[in-house]
């Protein structure tokens, strides 16, 4: 009997079709051994040996999996990236197998020729990986466990801090104060409008003579148009060109995030968790439980030649070899990747997402039927255009009119990249021209000038700021959302629409990590640091010394910020309120949510209660979480939040009034914005006179 050992046990059924007899599978549900919660369990003065126990609420399971694997001959198939391969290694401490035994097998997708692979070809465990995982394990135990701290005392109370984590809010902070500094600069645009042949058409002020022109105010646009109003619009030149728009890469991690979010209109949190079920298995009516797409932590953009084949393949018999790039399209994978795993696809182009609509909910569908369309379009032909770029001149003045129109589809006959609605709206100008000639006076319907202003960066979304955080080197796939997604669980962060924005407390935090560990967390030091794990896990690097170097300049970070009186706290301010369980007085204190009221004998009485500017103490709702009362309250810039009277012990905050009701799609709690009732979570809104 051979036992082997996974992670999630959703992936049991899906593994065990392709097994056959012989096999048992046993799932450890994620980690059975890590480092325990509630002590720092490094040992800084040796060679910051970790100190790893077997997981508490992992008694029961971690005994049963040693009585199977005492009767079997045992093969690990945790997931194929570095924490997976940390986890495998301690399975087989657990287990007190022989780390130099070939029982170690992965695979990067679930399917019989995968697996059958996978099983031909067992290796040992990669101690590279496993320890440039430890390194990165104990780099964040270090930070989480000796800055969280110093931020608690000097900040607020129970607030965290990561390596990365901090880094990611910095990026949101930083955009915010681009965005408040920005100065609005004026300039004007001047369009001209025309018809020729019943087609409508325009053209834009571009120019003076030789030099490009810049409309600053009213009175530079009413000169021009002195000139341009008593001028014949003659065209100066017509030149036609064909382009080519290649295909895009199949998805890595953080496209299919972005592609998710602009697309669908899915969180973080939904893409992983449908992504997850999507690789794991699911249920399809007539199969039972079948993976449907490869591994979905990578940043690489390579496929298998199978892959590429049998997609080719598909094209050529579904849209026609026209629709087939000249030669297999190959895909340039960043500098800085791990390039450890192929691209997200489909496992197979036969099961199309139309196939297995009914089996799914309806994010899986949605999230398959984009991974498959992308993945389809990478191998297709580019797709064509025809261009026509006019001149046109108006007494000296510049203007320019240009079309595209779309000669062969290619890939676009299957996938469409996003583009923002500003973008839209520009493309959208840009339409069919009717023949035009040198030296043809056009007619002009009407001129139009407007007044506009220069825009300031866009705030973050979840999916830009992965974008971003990748782009920039900082934290890997597997924990791209993860981090994101903490911001605004710990409210250093609220949404506004899909937008990211820091909250005042977010800004405390980085204000305060900007004075005293601005050579630590920033963007530059934690690139370099995802480089060196990169350089264990090369076996370039041995992980204790990269730990060591990152030690020894935060230690001395960590001393100067402790010693100084430096404190970002707000003093408590005295009240004339009473409080009703011990009789003291009140003080007016701030936290992690705003203001609120706690009494002056703490720590012998604990009462708290909300504070709003009014006084009013008026429950809006019981708290979704704890079943508590939620109250109105304000920030300290007057901005209405509610939040549950259990200050230290729940976490509820909502920016939008919940309405104690829950949603019938999703489960999560309603809110009300403006007139609508909507899910705070999924994209469910109330019908009027509905019941839920």
Same mark, same amino acid.
């Given at each position: 009997?051979?036992?082997?050992?996974?992670?999630?046990?959703?992936?049991?059924?899906?593994?065990?079709?392709?097994?056959?007899?012989?096999?048992?599978?046993?799932?450890?549900?994620?980690?059975?051994?890590?480092?325990?919660?509630?002590?720092?369990?490094?040992?800084?003065?040796?060679?910051?040996?970790?100190?790893?126990?077997?997981?508490?609420?992992?008694?029961?399971?971690?005994?049963?999996?040693?009585?199977?694997?005492?009767?079997?001959?045992?093969?690990?198939?945790?997931?194929?990236?570095?924490?997976?391969?940390?986890?495998?290694?301690?399975?087989?401490?657990?287990?007190?197998?022989?780390?130099?035994?070939?029982?170690?097998?992965?695979?990067?997708?679930?399917?019989?020729?995968?697996?059958?692979?996978?099983?031909?070809?067992?290796?040992?465990?990669?101690?590279?990986?496993?320890?440039?995982?430890?390194?990165?394990?104990?780099?964040?135990?270090?930070?989480?466990?000796?800055?969280?701290?110093?931020?608690?005392?000097?900040?607020?109370?129970?607030?965290?801090?990561?390596?990365?984590?901090?880094?990611?809010?910095?990026?949101?902070?930083?955009?915010?104060?681009?965005?408040?500094?920005?100065?609005?600069?004026?300039?004007?645009?001047?369009?001209?409008?025309?018809?020729?042949?019943?087609?409508?058409?325009?053209?834009?002020?571009?120019?003076?003579?030789?030099?490009?022109?810049?409309?600053?105010?009213?009175?530079?646009?009413?000169?021009?148009?002195?000139?341009?109003?008593?001028?014949?619009?003659?065209?100066?030149?017509?030149?036609?060109?064909?382009?080519?728009?290649?295909?895009?890469?199949?998805?890595?991690?953080?496209?299919?995030?972005?592609?998710? !979010?602009? $697309? /669908?209109?899915?969180?973080?949190?939904?893409?992983?968790?449908? &992504?997850?079920?999507? =690789?794991?298995? @699911?249920? *399809?009516?007539?199969?039972?439980?079948?993976?449907?797409?490869?591994?979905?932590?990578?940043?690489?953009?390579?496929?298998?030649?199978?892959?590429?084949?049998?997609?080719?393949?598909?094209?050529?018999?579904?849209?026609?070899?026209?629709?087939?790039?000249?030669?297999?399209?190959?895909?340039?994978?960043?500098?800085?990747?791990?390039?450890?795993?192929?691209?997200?696809?489909?496992?197979?182009?036969?099961?199309?997402?139309?196939?297995?609509?009914?089996?799914?909910?309806?994010?899986?569908?949605? !999230?398959? $039927? /984009?991974?498959?369309?992308?993945?389809?379009?990478?191998?297709? &032909?580019?797709?064509? =255009?025809?261009? @026509?770029? *006019?001149?046109?001149?108006?007494?000296?003045?510049?203007?320019?009119?240009?079309?595209?129109?779309?000669?062969?589809?290619?890939?676009?006959?299957?996938?469409?990249?996003?583009?923002?609605?500003?973008?839209?709206?520009?493309?959208?100008?840009?339409?069919?021209?009717?023949?035009?000639?040198?030296?043809?006076?056009?007619?002009?319907?009407?001129?139009?000038?407007?007044?506009?202003?220069?825009?300031?960066?866009?705030?973050?979304?979840?999916?830009?700021?992965?974008?971003?955080?990748?782009?920039?080197?900082?934290?890997?796939?597997?924990?791209?959302?993860?981090?994101?997604?903490?911001?605004?669980?710990?409210?250093?962060?609220?949404?506004?629409?899909?937008?990211?924005?820091?909250?005042?407390?977010?800004?405390?935090?980085?204000?305060?990590?900007?004075?005293?560990?601005?050579?630590?967390?920033?963007?530059?030091?934690?690139?370099?640091?995802?480089?060196?794990?990169?350089?264990?896990?090369?076996?370039?690097?041995?992980?204790?010394?990269?730990?060591?170097?990152?030690?020894?300049?935060?230690?001395?970070?960590?001393?100067?910020?402790?010693?100084?009186?430096?404190?970002?706290?707000?003093?408590?301010?005295?009240?004339?309120?009473?409080?009703?369980?011990?009789?003291?007085?009140?003080?007016?204190?701030?936290?992690?949510?705003?203001?609120?009221?706690?009494?002056?004998?703490?720590?012998?009485?604990?009462?708290?209660?909300?504070?709003?500017?009014?006084?009013?103490?008026?429950?809006?709702?019981?708290?979704?979480?704890?079943?508590?009362?939620?109250?109105?309250?304000?920030?300290?810039?007057?901005?209405?939040?509610?939040?549950?009277?259990?200050?230290?012990?729940?976490?509820?905050?909502?920016?939008?009034?919940?309405?104690?009701?829950?949603?019938?799609?999703?489960?999560?709690?309603?809110?009300?914005?403006?007139?609508?009732?909507?899910?705070?979570?999924?994209?469910?809104?109330?019908?009027?006179?509905?019941?839920?």
């Amino acid at each position: 009997m051979k036992l082997v050992v996974i992670e999630a046990p959703a992936k049991r059924e899906t593994l065990k079709k392709y097994l056959g007899n012989g096999y048992e599978v046993f799932a450890t549900k994620g980690h059975i051994r890590d480092l325990p919660v509630k002590s720092f369990a490094i040992d800084i003065n040796n060679n910051f040996q970790p100190h790893y126990e077997n997981k508490p609420d992992k008694k029961e399971l971690i005994s049963e999996l040693k009585h199977k694997a005492d009767k079997a001959d045992v093969l690990i198939a945790t997931d194929p990236d570095r924490e997976g391969e940390a986890i495998a290694w301690h399975i087989a401490k657990v287990l007190n197998l022989d780390l130099n035994k070939n029982c170690r097998i992965v695979y990067n997708e679930i399917s019989k020729n995968a697996v059958k692979k996978a099983l031909d070809n067992p290796r040992a465990i990669d101690l590279n990986l496993v320890n440039a995982q430890q390194a990165r394990r104990v780099m964040d135990r270090i930070v989480g466990y000796k800055l969280s701290p110093i931020i608690s005392k000097k900040v607020a109370p129970k607030l965290s801090a990561g390596r990365v984590q901090s880094v990611a809010l910095k990026l949101v902070v930083d955009r915010e104060k681009e965005i408040e500094n920005f100065k609005p600069e004026e300039y004007w645009t001047v369009t001209a409008f025309h018809e020729k042949s019943d087609i409508n058409f325009k053209s834009t002020l571009q120019g003076y003579k030789t030099k490009k022109l810049k409309l600053e105010n009213k009175d530079a646009v009413t000169e021009a148009l002195k000139t341009i109003k008593n001028s014949d619009f003659i065209v100066e030149s017509v030149k036609k060109s064909r382009t080519k728009s290649h295909a895009p890469a199949p998805f890595t991690t953080s496209t299919m995030q972005q592609d998710a !979010l602009n $697309k /669908l209109n899915m969180s973080l949190n939904r893409t992983t968790a449908s &992504a997850q079920q999507l =690789y794991e298995g @699911v249920e *399809v009516k007539g199969e039972g439980k079948i993976a449907l797409i490869t591994y979905i932590r990578t940043d690489s953009t390579r496929v298998s030649e199978e892959a590429q084949k049998a997609c080719r393949e598909f094209i050529a018999g579904k849209y026609g070899k026209n629709y087939l790039s000249e030669k297999p399209n190959i895909y340039a994978t960043k500098k800085n990747a791990q390039d450890a795993h192929e691209a997200i696809r489909p496992i197979s182009m036969q099961i199309t997402p139309e196939m297995v609509k009914d089996s799914l909910t309806k994010d899986n569908y949605n !999230l398959y $039927k /984009l991974i498959y369309e992308r993945f389809l379009a990478s191998q297709m &032909a580019e797709a064509e =255009y025809s261009n @026509v770029a *006019v001149s046109i001149d108006a007494g000296g003045y510049k203007f320019k009119s240009s079309g595209r129109t779309l000669e062969f589809a290619g890939y676009t006959a299957v996938y469409k990249e996003f583009v923002d609605e500003d973008k839209e709206k520009d493309k959208k100008d840009t339409g069919k021209l009717p023949p035009l000639v040198e030296g043809e006076k056009l007619v002009v319907k009407d001129i139009k000038e407007e007044q506009k202003f220069t825009k300031p960066p866009v705030r973050y979304t979840e999916a830009s700021l992965v974008k971003a955080m990748e782009e920039k080197g900082i934290g890997r796939p597997a924990t791209y959302a993860a981090t994101v997604t903490i911001l605004t669980a710990r409210s250093y962060c609220i949404k506004e629409g899909k937008y990211l924005v820091p909250t005042e407390l977010g800004r405390k935090i980085t204000e305060y990590l900007e004075k005293f560990f601005s050579g630590v967390i920033n963007v530059k030091f934690t690139a370099h640091m995802e480089n060196r794990l990169d350089d264990i896990a090369e076996n370039k690097d041995v992980w204790h010394e990269v730990v060591s170097s990152f030690w020894n300049g935060f230690k001395g970070l960590l001393e100067k910020a402790d010693s100084s009186s430096i404190t970002m706290k707000a003093e408590p301010v005295e009240t004339d309120i009473i409080c009703d369980k011990c009789g003291h007085k009140m003080l007016l204190r701030e936290g992690r949510y705003g203001k609120f009221l706690g009494c002056s004998n703490f720590p012998k009485c604990r009462n708290i209660i909300p504070y709003n500017e009014s006084g009013e103490r008026k429950s809006v709702c019981v708290c979704p979480q704890c079943g508590k009362n939620v109250y109105a309250l304000k920030t300290k810039k007057g901005k209405t939040f509610y939040a549950c009277e259990d200050r230290e012990g729940c976490n509820f905050m909502s920016w939008d009034i919940p309405t104690g009701e829950k949603c019938p799609e999703c489960g999560n709690y309603l809110v009300k914005k403006g007139k609508l009732v909507k899910c705070s979570s999924c994209k469910y809104v109330k019908k009027e006179g509905s019941a839920t």
